[in-house]
Each structure stands twice: as structure tokens, then as C-alpha cells.
């Protein structure tokens, strides 16, 4: 074969190839963009599978009944303001728990709704802690709390550890701001893994403080 002749296969090889690359970069990137806007924003209904008994809504809260709730995770570590707390302690009390973190703009949109409903809620056995995520130092997750008037505590777990803790199918660690109500017997009641307003907030909860 003449050497003009191999030309054009070598350029038709490459044109190929850079095609294939083309395509590659392109599904690489869609897949980054994905995994960014999960990472904060209005979340979903799955959790990453498994068989944890939730039954989700239209709304996108997800209940369990109250004969099929899981227990909660040990929950214990050191606050933003460097103290310990024990989620366990909180046993006897309905306990709302909010993942969130100051970089969040969803989570910015529902702290006004929590802080409300905390103070509301604090003469009726009901105890909100926060789990703060991916602040690298508490200075921005103490301002945040400060700007929105936040005066319960929020365990400090800028790794994600604690989320990991939950059985599989309970939280997406992508799922930021996500929110658990525990029942007084320390159990996994509903939960939601998007932002919620006060009167989604209020429909996960008032339920579980009704139960005798």
C-alpha cells in the first residue's frame, strides 16, 4: 500500500478516536455536574436503597409506622461550640434532627422555619439538634447559626461520619439539608431529604409528638 493511501486511514483512525475522547469528557462532566447539584439543593425521595419500612408521599416526606421503626444510630460527638452531647440523652423526647451546613443555600432557605418551630416546640418534648456537614471550621456554621436566630445545638461532623451511621437507605449523604423525627422511644419516624417549609416541618412532626 502507497503511502498515500495509508494517509487517509490514519486520519480517519484519529478522527475516531478524538470522537470517542469527545464523548468520554462529555458523559465525565455531565455525571460531575449531577453529583454538584445533588450535593445541595432540593433533594429526593431515595435514600441509596435498602429495606428501612419508609413509605413516602407526594410531598416527599417519608413515614414509618410505629411497630417497624428502626432505632437511631449512635449519635454522640463534640458541638460547634466544642461540648459533648449524646443524641441518646434526648430519649423521652420527640428529636427533630436537621443535617445541614452553612454553604447551603436550601439549608439557609428552611433555618428560619426551624429556629421558629424549636422555640414553639420546646415546652411539648421536643428537642431539635443539628448535624453540621462540610464546614471545614465552625466559624462559618457559629454565623450561620447567629444570622438565623438557631439556638438549639448541632453536632459538628464536617467528614459525614454520623450520616454514615444510618442503615442503608435512611439518609443520602448527598442529600443536603436532610431531616429525621425521632420518636420518643429513640426511633426513626419520618423523614425528609429535601428543604422544607414550616407547614412540611410541622406535618412531619406534629404526628409523632401526638403518639401516646
Known amino acids: 500500500m502507497s503511502a498515500a493511501s495509508r494517509a487517509p486511514q490514519r486520519s480517519n483512525r484519529t478522527t475516531r478516536a478524538l470522537r470517542v475522547r469527545r464523548r468520554a469528557t462529555l458523559a465525565a462532566g455531565a455525571v460531575a455536574a449531577a453529583l454538584l447539584v445533588s450535593a445541595c439543593g432540593s433533594g429526593g425521595t ?80 421536643v428537642q431539635f439538634i443539628g448535624i453540621n456537614t462540610r464546614d471545614t471550621s465552625t466559624g462559618a456554621a457559629l454565623a450561620f447559626e447567629k444570622d438565623f436566630g438557631i439556638t438549639y445545638p448541632s453536632l459538628y461532623d464536617p467528614t459525614g461520619r454520623l450520616m454514615l451511621r444510618f442503615e442503608k437507605g435512611t439518609l443520602n449523604p448527598q442529600a443536603i439539608p436532610s431531616t429525621l423525627i425521632l420518636d420518643r422511644d429513640g426511633k426513626i419516624a419520618a423523614r425528609t431529604l429535601s428543604p422544607l417549609s414550616e407547614e412540611r416541618l410541622l406535618k412531619m412532626l406534629d404526628p409523632v409528638v401526638a403518639e401516646k
Do not use: H, M
Not at 48 to 58: E, I, L
Not at 92 to 107: Q, Y
Open 46 to 125: 431515595s435514600g441509596g436503597g435498602g429495606d428501612t419500612n419508609f413509605v413516602t408521599g407526594s410531598d416527599g416526606i417519608a413515614t414509618v409506622a410505629k411497630g417497624e421503626r428502626d432505632a437511631a444510630p449512635d449519635l454522640s460527638g463534640e458541638t460547634l461550640e466544642g461540648e459533648q452531647l449524646d443524641v441518646a440523652d434526648y430519649r423521652g423526647k420527640v428529636v427533630v434532627l436537621n443535617v445541614w451546613g452553612s454553604w447551603c443555600n436550601p439549608c439557609r432557605a428552611e433555618a428560619k422555619y426551624f429556629a421558629k418551630v424549636s422555640e414553639e416546640y420546646a415546652d411539648k418534648g
